[in-house]
């Protein structure tokens, strides 16, 4: 049995318009108009490509279930339907949420940031590492309870740090290569994964194809591709 997953980052929200303020979890901030156009050129792509999930997961953050919402109503679905996912909330920046940058990245604690890595808290937070095993303990529970079959195909709408420890779970990447990766808005990392042979297959990640010929492809990533096989 093959389990698909499509891993989408939110669209554009308004704590992106200020800059160097942390966002962490930030729940209640909106999309933006941007973000609303985003979400329609994600909806039309999936469109085009006919594509159907078996469950869509979304992050109790609003400008995740905004991103799900514009979604699912685009393809005439139910947004009732969508299940609200705690793992999939982006990481806890405790008492860091909404300051400046400037204000608590000291060079002190830029260098215990640098010498702890994967395990350094914010205070009042969450490490890198504990987001990971939220996100593996997301990946797991789904697997159990997915239905057995030829295919079964996941759709989430989540956030960028937890895409990235995701990944690096599943895949084991090294932590600062998983810090590094771009995640961009409505970006989709397409994920497999094979009971059989309890085998994961990365087939792309941060595929933004659906900006292509739209103002937004002025920031397009390419997709990176069948890496680590």
């Not at 490490?127 to 990971?132: A, G, M, P, S, Y």
Request: aromatic share 12%.
């Amino acid at each position: 049995m093959i389990i698909d997953w499509y891993l989408i980052r939110h669209a554009h929200f308004e704590r992106q318009l200020q800059e160097k303020i942390i966002t962490g979890r930030a729940t209640t901030v909106q999309l933006t108009a941007d973000g609303i156009e985003q979400v329609q050129l994600l909806a039309q792509r999936f469109d085009r490509d006919c594509m159907r999930f078996d469950e869509f997961d979304v992050s109790p953050a609003i400008r995740a279930w905004g991103t799900g919402f514009g979604v699912y109503s685009y393809l005439g679905l139910d947004p009732d339907m969508m299940n609200i996912e705690e793992d999939l909330q982006e990481h806890n920046k405790g008492d860091w949420e909404g300051r400046h940058q400037d204000e608590v990245l000291t060079e002190a604690i830029k260098r215990e940031i640098n010498e702890n890595g994967w395990d350094f808290r914010p205070p009042n937070g969450e490490t890198f590492r504990e987001l990971e095993r939220r996100a593996l303990e997301y990946f797991r529970r789904k697997i159990q309870l997915a239905p057995r079959k030829d295919r079964y195909v996941f759709c989430a709408i989540s956030h960028t740090n937890t895409i990235r420890c995701g990944l690096r779970g599943v895949m084991n990447f090294p932590p600062q290569f998983a810090l590094n990766l771009e995640i961009d808005n409505t970006s989709i990392t397409h994920l497999q994964y094979c009971t059989t042979t309890d085998a994961w297959r990365v087939v792309c990640i941060n595929d933004t194809g659906h900006f292509i010929g739209t103002r937004f492809s002025r920031s397009l990533r390419y997709a990176v591709q069948a890496i680590w096989p």
